[in-house]
Antibody, heavy 121, light 106 residues
């Protein structure tokens, strides 16, 4: 059974750092691109970052570029999101998500349960 | 404010057919495929439709997607109480999401 298990969320002060992890199982992790998507309390979904299957290509939303870093360790079947210079507006549930491709388009075919990040003093 | 525009709410009675729209522009929906996600209360999103009108295995055929020009639609036929959820459209390889539509089953 496919599983994505996020961890590392919590309460952090503005300007602080946090690293999220996502442990994948039930599929060949190294064969799939992955992404992080967040959802602020009571709000909609916002794409944060994506990474290719090899980790050689990374992509970021403008709102986090220069502050967040996505990475992966295929030997550990784990996806990471290093978040620095955190702001109140980064408060959200962060979802780890598996990406798949159909023709030349991508979609998200599996989501983890999410981990809550709260940025507050 | 999302670049992809969805109605904030929609409703229907059991058995009814409802549609949820997603409006964009030539630079997003007009030139990319659209995916749809369902988010039941308190849970993670789930893929409903990909590449405009493809349904993943396990998704009932009551759910269908279509696209015309710069707009896309999700149709739900034979509405059931368990369909009450938030629905999101997405484009540009899921880097753009609509604001979401809360579907209420009356």
């Amino acid at each position: 059974e496919m599983q994505l298990l996020e961890s590392g969320g919590g309460l952090v002060q503005p300007g602080g750092s946090l690293r999220l992890s996502c442990a994948a199982s039930g599929f060949t992790f190294s064969s799939y691109a992955m992404s992080w998507v967040r959802q602020a309390p009571g709000k909609g979904l916002e794409w944060v970052s994506a990474i290719s299957d090899s980790g050689g290509s990374t992509y970021y939303a403008d709102s986090v570029k220069g502050r967040f870093t996505i990475s992966r360790d295929n030997s550990k079947n784990t996806l990471y999101l290093q978040m620095n210079s955190l702001r109140a507006e980064d408060t959200a549930v962060y979802y780890c998500a598996k990406r798949s491709q159909y023709s030349s388009s991508w979609y998200t075919d599996y989501w983890g349960q999410g981990t809550l990040v709260t940025v507050s003093s | 404010q999302s670049v992809l525009t969805q109605p904030p709410s929609a409703s229907g009675t059991p058995g009814q057919r409802v549609t949820i729209s997603c409006s964009g522009s030539s630079s997003n929906i007009g030139s990319n495929t659209v995916n749809w996600y369902q988010q039941l209360p308190g849970t993670a999103p789930k893929l409903l439709i990909y590449s405009d009108n493809q349904r993943p295995s396990g998704v009932p055929d009551r759910f269908s997607g279509s696209k015309s020009g710069t707009s896309a639609s999700l149709a739900i036929s034979g509405l059931q109480s368990e369909d009450e959820a938030d629905y999101y459209c997405a484009a540009w390889d899921d880097t753009l999401f609509g604001g979401g539509t809360k579907l209420t089953v009356l």
